[in-house]
């Protein structure tokens, strides 16, 4: 069975950091397009961003609300990824899911982690 | 960015009964169109994909329709498992985008 194991949530103040990381099992990570998507309270699902495969040249892709302040890398060889979150702001407290993308057309989120709680408060 | 607008945001129903949820995306999306089962305290779980494709494992009540701007995803005959959130999500075009969630309740 596939399974998506995350870690590192917590409680952070605002400007500051965190890593969450995501273990991957019984799937074969290394041609996989991985990615996260976070569940904010009142306003739902949104989309963090993703890293292609090696094969795809391991390219990131972000969120507006992010980029230049979040970081997606992975390693493959632990079947782990990973997401930097600096400069945290209040407004990114959500729930952080890791996912699955289908690598070619129709995309869609496969498999979901069961998530971990990231609250950014003073 | 491609929005995506559910109706209803929320609906009261009994086991049994046929349930339809519609999304709207601000563009034409062709068929790149997604549905996702949230239950309380889970995960996201992938029912259907490009409109109208079952995930495996999924039951067959569920069915999904439409294409270009309009689509619609319906349960034939309620169960309680079912109820819980629903969500659309288009694959367009990055950033991928859902909508805000369709919570079917007991009524």
């Known amino acids: 069975e596939v399974q998506l194991v995350e870690s590192g949530g917590g409680v952070v103040k605002p400007g500051g950091s965190l890593r969450l990381s995501c273990e991957v099992s019984e799937f074969t990570f290394s041609n996989a397009w991985m990615g996260w998507v976070r569940h904010v309270p009142g306003r739902g699902l949104e989309w963090v961003g993703r890293?292609?495969?090696?094969?795809?040249?391991?390219?990131?892709d972000y969120a507006a609300p992010v980029k230049g302040r979040f970081t997606i890398s992975r390693d493959d060889s632990k079947n782990t990824l990973y997401l930097q979150m600096n400069s945290l702001k209040p407004e990114d407290t959500a729930v952080y899911y890791c996912t699955t993308e289908r690598f070619r057309s129709p995309h869609y989120f496969g498999y979901w982690g069961q998530g971990t709680l990231v609250t950014v408060s003073s | 960015d491609i929005q995506m607008t559910q109706s209803p945001s929320s609906l009261s129903a009994s086991v049994g009964d046929r349930v339809t949820i519609t999304c709207r995306a601000s563009?034409?999306?062709?068929?790149?169109l997604n549905w996702y089962q949230q239950r309380p305290g889970k995960a996201p779980k992938l029912l259907i994909y490009?409109?109208?494709s079952l995930q495996s494992g999924v039951p067959s009540r569920f069915s999904g329709s439409g294409s270009g701007t309009d689509f619609a995803l319906a349960i034939s005959s309620l169960q309680p498992e079912d109820f819980a959130t629903y969500f659309c999500?288009?694959?367009?075009?990055?950033?991928?985008?859902f909508g805000q969630g369709t919570k079917v309740e007991v009524k």
């Open positions: 890293i292609k495969s090696l094969l795809d040249g391991k390219t990131t």
């Open positions: 999500q288009q694959s367009s075009r990055t950033p991928w985008t």
């Open positions: 490009a409109t109208s």
């Open positions: 563009q034409n999306i062709t068929d790149y």
